[in-house]
């Protein structure tokens, strides 16, 4: 297939470049269940080059100096979306979608806040978003291609949560725990239980359920087959590239 040289002149016809085709996977789900090894786990499966996780932790708001104090208290909501800087995060994608590049912040847990240093994104092909509440906001669904919900046991959530917090988050197992009940608990039953209905795939039991992850892996390759044949046949209709024989 060759591309016509006129192709970049034209301004007539309706063309849209590749990076439109810019693939958007939500995983959401509890805290612990697993949200982050499925988004691997699938990264790993597709093998494509330009497939990227972007983690909605780095969208937390910033914290005033009160908030912050009350954080370190482990007394501090992070669990609802009003602590989601949601409009940050349509901008960002919505900037991926027309090809820009987008600074991502980076998020320091046992800080509580967001780092100096950003780190650029430059036209991914795919984007995996993965948060507890990554099928929270209507403007972020109707961006996504596929949308996934990993359920865990809560009893394994938790286990695994405070095993990750104490080793990587810089936090102590009292204040853990206090969190998981004081909101992360109330928060899922609000707020992330209730986007289960509206995903497209239920992964229970998470990262040990190889069934489902490769029905994901084969669900996302459909899609972007199914894309880039109708990408080819954008640019057959524009004559852009020699019709199919
Ligand atoms: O990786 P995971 O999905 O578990 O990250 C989300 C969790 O991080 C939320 O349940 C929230 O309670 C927690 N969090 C926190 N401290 C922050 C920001 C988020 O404990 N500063």
């Given at each position: 297939?060759?591309?016509?040289?006129?192709?970049?002149?034209s301004?007539?016809?309706?063309?849209?470049?590749?990076?439109?085709?810019?693939?958007?996977?939500?995983?959401?789900?509890?805290?612990?269940?697993?949200k982050?090894?499925?988004?691997?786990?699938?990264?790993?499966?597709?093998?494509?080059?330009?497939?990227?996780?972007?983690?909605?932790?780095?969208?937390?708001?910033?914290?005033?100096?009160?908030?912050?104090?009350?954080?370190?208290?482990?007394d501090?909501d992070?669990?609802?979306?009003?602590?989601?800087?949601?409009?940050?995060?349509?901008?960002?994608?919505?900037?991926?979608?027309?090809?820009?590049?987008?600074?991502?912040?980076?998020?320091?847990?046992?800080?509580?806040?967001?780092?100096?240093?950003?780190?650029?994104?430059?036209?991914p092909?795919?984007?995996?978003?993965?948060?507890?509440?990554?099928?929270?906001?209507?403007?972020?669904?109707?961006?996504?291609?596929?949308?996934i919900?990993?359920?865990a046991?809560?009893?394994?959530?938790?286990?695994?949560?405070?095993?990750?917090?104490?080793?990587?988050r810089?936090?102590?197992?009292?204040?853990?725990?206090?969190?998981?009940?004081?909101?992360?608990?109330?928060?899922?039953?609000r707020?992330?239980?209730?986007q289960?209905?509206?995903?497209?795939?239920?992964?229970?039991?998470g990262?040990?359920?190889?069934?489902?992850?490769d029905?994901?892996?084969?669900?996302?390759?459909?899609?972007?087959q199914?894309?880039?044949?109708?990408?080819?046949?954008?640019?057959?209709?524009?004559?852009?590239?020699?019709?199919?024989?």
């Open positions: 297939e060759s591309i016509s040289p006129f192709y970049s002149m301004t007539e016809v309706q063309y849209s470049p590749p990076w439109q085709d810019l693939s958007i996977i939500g995983i959401a789900g509890s805290s612990g269940s697993g982050t090894s499925v988004a691997m786990e699938v990264v790993r499966s597709l093998n494509l080059p330009w497939v990227v996780i972007l983690v909605m932790d780095s969208f937390y708001k910033t914290l005033s100096p009160e908030e912050h104090h009350r954080a370190h208290a482990n501090y992070f669990d609802c979306p009003e602590s989601i800087d949601f409009d940050l995060l349509v901008d960002t994608l919505r900037d991926l979608k027309k090809g820009k590049k987008a600074n991502i912040p980076v998020y320091s847990f046992a800080d509580h806040q967001r780092q100096p240093q950003t780190t650029t994104l430059y036209s092909r795919v984007i995996i978003l993965e948060g507890i509440l990554a099928l929270h906001d209507p403007r972020i669904v109707e961006m996504l291609d596929v949308k919900f990993v359920e046991d809560m009893d394994v959530c938790l286990g695994r949560r405070i095993l990750r917090d104490v080793r990587e810089g936090r102590d197992i009292e204040g853990i725990v206090k969190q998981w009940f004081d909101y992360v608990k109330p928060s899922y039953t707020f992330v239980e209730p289960r209905p509206i995903s497209d795939i239920i992964i229970p039991r990262i040990q359920n190889t069934t489902a992850i029905m994901v892996v084969k669900h996302i390759q459909r899609k972007l199914e894309k880039s044949e109708h990408h080819s046949e954008e640019l057959r209709r524009l004559g852009l590239i020699a019709a199919k024989v």
